[in-house]
């Protein structure tokens, strides 16, 4: 099974509301990291949070991570049109691995 | 500074046919690394190089597949003897001088092959 599991698969909701994204994950990481893809786009990096860490905030967005239930969450906060895109989740494979594993994503969409 | 660069950004190529992809890392960054995405799933790694290095690539298929990153150059993704199942979208990601731990990799636009 994945490392990374994203939940809800897809989201829809109106613009200026707030979009919550969970993220599961299995085995130890040292960090966990939230990236964004527009349709036929490559990834931008949105924000990384280490093992140590419990809150990040960047802008609209707020990332959590609980390590004692292996679970992630990015909050956006006042959405907008263009946040619509697929947001992945990505944690170390652990033991010093180097490649980042991902869930499934969340498709979200904000309606206008 | 320029970000990851791929190219071409769409190939297609017929069954049997061979397919090159490149990767231009940022600027500064020595490590690679190369993920397939089908459609509508997330990203599955394929393998990690330094340059002239492969140091993972248990994410590779044994047969057809093989990547490089030479001293000089891009790092190419290379495919032999294309079949179907090889379409999908080939991303490649760099990050800088490693510290122990996994670090933020930064992604190309990617490279859409469609396999007739």
């Known amino acids: 099974s994945q490392q990374g599991e994203e939940d809800p698969q897809a989201l829809s909701i109106q613009e200026g509301e707030n979009a919550t994204m969970n993220c599961s994950y299995k085995?130890?990481?040292?960090?966990l990291q939230w990236y964004r893809q527009n349709s036929g786009r490559g990834l931008v990096h949105l924000i990384l949070i280490r093992s140590n860490e419990r809150e990040k905030h960047s802008g609209r967005l707020r990332v959590t991570l609980d390590t004692s239930k292996k679970s992630s969450s990015l909050l956006i906060t006042a959405s907008r049109a263009a946040d619509t895109a697929s947001y992945f989740c990505a944690t170390d494979a652990g033991q010093g691995a180097q490649k980042l594993v991902f869930g499934q994503g969340t498709r979200l969409t904000i309606n206008p | 500074n320029a970000g990851v660069m791929q190219n071409p950004r769409h190939l297609v190529r017929r069954r049997g046919q061979e397919a090159r992809l490149r990767c231009s890392p940022m600027?500064?960054?020595?490590?690679v690394y190369w993920y397939r995405q089908l459609p509508e799933e997330g990203l599955k790694f394929m393998v990690y190089?330094?340059?002239?290095?492969?140091?993972?690539e248990s994410g590779m298929p044994k047969e057809r597949f093989s990547a490089e990153f030479p001293k000089e150059g891009p790092s190419i993704l290379r495919i032999q003897q294309v079949v179907r199942g090889d379409s999908a979208a080939y991303f490649c990601?760099?990050?800088?001088?490693?510290?122990?731990?996994?670090?933020?990799?930064?992604f190309g636009p990617g490279t859409r092959l469609t396999v007739l």
């Open positions: 085995t130890s990481i040292n960090n």
């Open positions: 190089l330094q340059k002239e290095n492969i140091i993972d």
């Open positions: 990601a760099s990050s800088p001088r490693q510290r122990g731990i996994t670090d933020t990799q930064y």
């Open positions: 600027k500064g960054h020595s490590h």
